[in-house]
């Protein structure tokens, strides 16, 4: 049993005995203890005072006569100001920390019979352009969400809605029939989701002409400016041709379903090169092509139940008046529908495909509003779990030089951005001389694992909710709150670890159970033993930066631990033996929080 777990049972039982009531564990609240004031942990003894009915420092000094005697673990305690600290016997860390050592996967609890079922759901890319980094801040959230979800004991699936339909689809397709003379991704040397990116952007440069040519003729007729460029967008000829092109996609055309089809398994074939360059998968790969049809029919069910109504030009709609909310779209009038409706009919296949217990949508915060109405229409068409439906809404990643615009073409692409950490990451190693004794095949991986380290803990390490800008110079320093600072830490660690290896003295064995740990050993043992709080806070807060945090604060404690303590060298063999033991942990620890953000730890560095 942990020592946190052994003092809430002796709080409970001196409060029985003392005070003659049944109080629940959760009653009990054990903080750590200031630095300011002797002790490792305190209990707040307020929540106790209407059962004591004496004051605050009285009531702690019963509790803590009572718990000093009868709890092994703690060694003695003081009260300051009506909180009781308590100082916790050196036997009691040695005992937490060979259960620490013990188990391999300390922190995370395994998923049992019955366990829930979590499914997450990240990514959601058109098939009009590659991965930029905006996709890349979901794809790195979702991943990491999904390892925390596992590490708190639930079963997850992680799935992927591919946006492989709509207007978007066919402005891209339309551009390559116009300007593309055959061209495919073997002959222009480029990977497919690079080249159909392209016309996309081609299609916006020409759309754009049109509009402004069309708009000078309006205004030249007289017509309102605000209105003569409202009109010109819709009567576009380009604009007309790629809805032409959806509805003869929605027809199943021969030729524009070929074309299609062509279209995105080049796209595909890209998507795959960046999420395996990122490190990322799915367990069930979903597609709007497909889910649309089945949203499209639980509309039509909902609507022959009253639930949605049609109106006079045919379109089909959800009252969510009553919720506060407006009328919401669900058809339009020449049948075809919105993202909505697929993502009807998206949750319908999952309901059919998976006994989900809950739903989590990695999605930007630009779409709060439409998760809101899809929980309602969920919750009205009957599934269980879609009035509880999570939105993981994020923030958006901006740049130094402002927001990221796909049509114009100014994204930063996801793989040129991983290229780009990957070499910044080979020249600041190079440059510090950390690669010096190493062949060329292990320098570039070393690289690729410090480079995606960084770009990985930089983005995860901010509170999700948050708009952040990211500086790709910023992440790669060696020093600091960052991903190569604590992927040094764990090589420097396992360095070591690897000489002590070639010291008997060392041993593997832990020193003799009498040895009293100093204070920064003490320190490092409590540090460690809040990672299991920290993985479920964040699973419970759907809160990777928590991870990442915490990382960081246990890498610092175990940085300013070497500053003043020798593990080789130390005075002892006991001792030797037991900061070996101590060093190895941390590294474990280390390894395993990070690999919930998804992020590798290399063994030299």
Known sequence: MNIENQICRAVVAAVKELYGQDVPATMVQLQKTKATFEGHLTLVVFPFLKLSHKKPDETAQELGRYIAESCPAVAKYNVVGGFLNLVIAPAAWMGLLSDIDADEHFGHKKAGDGAPLVMIEYSSPNTNKPLHLGHVRNNLLGWSLAQIMEANGNKVVKTNIVNDRGIHIC??????????????????????????????????????????????????????????????????????????????????????????????????????????ALGVSFDKIYYESNTYLEGKKKV????????????????????????????????????????????????????????????????????????????????????????????????????????????????????????????????????????????????????????????????????????????PAESIDFNGNTGPFI????????????????????????????????????????????????????GENYNPAGIANYCYELTKEFNQFYHDYSILNAETPSTKRFRVLLARNVAKVIRNGMALLGIEVPERM
Not at 361 to 383: A, C, K, M
């Open 171 to 276: 402005k891209s397709m339309l551009a390559w029939l116009k300007w593309g003379n055959g061209i495919t991704p073997e002959t222009a040397h480029k990977k497919g989701d690079h080249l159909i990116g392209d016309f996309y952007v081609e299609f916006d440069k020409h759309y754009k002409a049109e509009c402004e040519q069309l708009k000078q003729q309006f205004t030249a007729a007289g017509m309102d400016a605000e209105k003569a460029e409202e009109k010109a967008r819709n009567e576009a000829p380009l604009i007309r041709e790629a809805h032409e092109m959806l509805v003869k996609w929605e027809q199943g055309d021969p030729q524009v379903r070929a074309l299609w089809q062509q279209m995105n398994g080049w796209v595909y074939a890209g998507f795959d090169e960046t999420y395996k």
């Open 487 to 538: 992927q040094y830490t764990y090589a420097r660690i396992r360095s070591i670890m690897r000489k002590a290896s070639e010291q008997p003295q060392a041993g593997s064995n832990g020193p003799e159970d009498d040895y009293t740990p100093n204070e920064k050993e003490v320190a490092l043992i409590q540090k460690m033993n809040e990672y299991g709080a920290a993985v479920k806070d964040a």
């Open 300 to 471: 039509e069910e909902g609507l022959s139940k009253g639930i949605f109504f049609r109106k006079d030009d045919n379109s089909v709609w959800a009252d969510l008046t009553k919720e506060g909310l407006d009328q919401k779209l669900l058809l339009r009038s020449d049948g075809t529908s919105v993202y909505m409706t697929q993502d009807i009919g998206t949750a319908e296949m999952r309901y059919h495909d998976f006994p989900i217990d809950k739903m989590i949508y990695v999605v930007g915060n630009e779409q709060n509003y439409h998760f809101q109405v899809l929980s309602i229409l969920l919750d009205r068409l009957g599934f269980k779990w879609g009035k509880d439906l999570i939105h993981f809404s994020y923030g958006m990643v901006e740049l130094p030089n402002g927001k990221m615009k796909s049509r114009e073409g100014t994204v930063v692409d996801a793989d040129d951005l991983i290229a780009q950490m990957t070499a910044e990451a080979r020249r600041t190693s190079d440059e510090l001389g950390k690669f010096n004794d190493m062949g060329e095949d292990e320098k570039q991986d070393i690289a690729r694992i410090v480079g995606l380290g960084a770009l990985k803990y930089f983005i995860l390490k901010v509170d999700a909710r948050k708009n952040m800008l990211f500086n």
